[in-house]
């Protein structure tokens, strides 16, 4: 339906769309932003729920529903077919757009995305099935959101977090519709189901010796607490026509811990140096 999306804008010429993670918000591409916008119209959303767009506790907030949403979110802008980097459930939701509509993406770069089942989407999920188990957590995240921003974005190097952080995580949280919107996202995306199906999706796409729909950048990082490398590892054999780019000493959000490799990257990756 219709609601108000914050989204950041810099630099001018082809559009170079920017969809970021869970946990976090547009604010996450600030290291990479400027450069890029030397080149680009860089534009960068807070995806529903999230940062300073509008939240609802009832919206779906579905891998199908939010990849659905960045497609509307191009037509209104008119960039549909643009280039387009995702972090984490932001690849995640762009592979998934790619996937249903080849025409949404002219070149995708997908930066350390979750894809396929694991233990702990599992475990998440059977806990959040538990009656008083979403308004406890609700009950914590809001007694110190700050905090919960702090302790839950993790980087290869944790002293890259600052207070100016934590407030651009921490206070969408604040309020009550921004605690249930991120619940929401947890139980409604974090799914078994879904990653089966995105998973099975591109092992069709082996199975019948299709690449897939667009030109495909995988940044991973070796080393990551929160989405295993092990994703990077499969999907590279999943999607062989796929360009597959490792780092070392950096994170899921690669952007933060190693945002010149980022740029570097991602312009050779794009034809742009």
């Given at each position: ?125 059977t806990l959040l099935k538990i009656p008083g ?116 000493d950096s994170s899921h959000f690669a952007h ?17 140096s």
């Open positions: 339906g219709k609601h108000h999306v914050s989204y950041r804008e810099q630099g001018e010429g082809e559009p170079l769309l920017l969809v970021h993670g869970l946990m976090t918000t547009s604010y996450s591409w600030r290291y990479v932003m400027g450069d890029l916008a030397k080149r680009y119209r860089v534009i960068a959303p807070d995806l529903p729920g999230s940062g300073d767009s509008e939240k609802s506790s009832d919206a779906p907030y579905s891998v199908e529903t939010l990849a659905t949403w960045i497609g509307e979110f191009q037509r209104a802008l008119g960039i549909r077919g643009c280039k387009t980097i995702g972090n984490s459930l932001g690849g995640l939701l762009c592979m998934r757009l790619a996937m249903d509509d080849a025409g949404a993406f002219a070149q995708l770069v997908n930066i350390h995305s979750p894809f396929f089942p694991q233990a702990n989407y599992q475990l998440l999920h188990i979403k308004r406890a957590l609700a009950h914590v995240i809001r007694k110190n959101p700050l905090k919960w921003a702090h302790k839950n974005v993790h980087y290869y190097d944790e002293s890259l977090k600052s207070l100016e952080e934590a407030h651009a995580y921490g206070d969408p949280l604040a309020a009550k519709n921004g605690t249930e919107a991120f619940i929401r996202y947890l139980s409604d995306v974090l799914t078994p189901a879904a990653f089966e199906k995105i998973s099975s999706d591109a092992q069709r796409l082996r199975d019948t010796r299709e690449p897939f729909p667009v030109p495909l950048l995988l940044i991973y990082a070796r080393q990551d607490p929160l989405v295993s490398p092990k994703n990077g590892e499969k999907l590279a054999k999943l999607l062989p026509d796929a360009k597959m780019v490792w780092l070392d933060v811990d190693t945002p010149k490799l980022i740029v570097d990257e991602v312009l050779r990756f794009l034809g742009d």
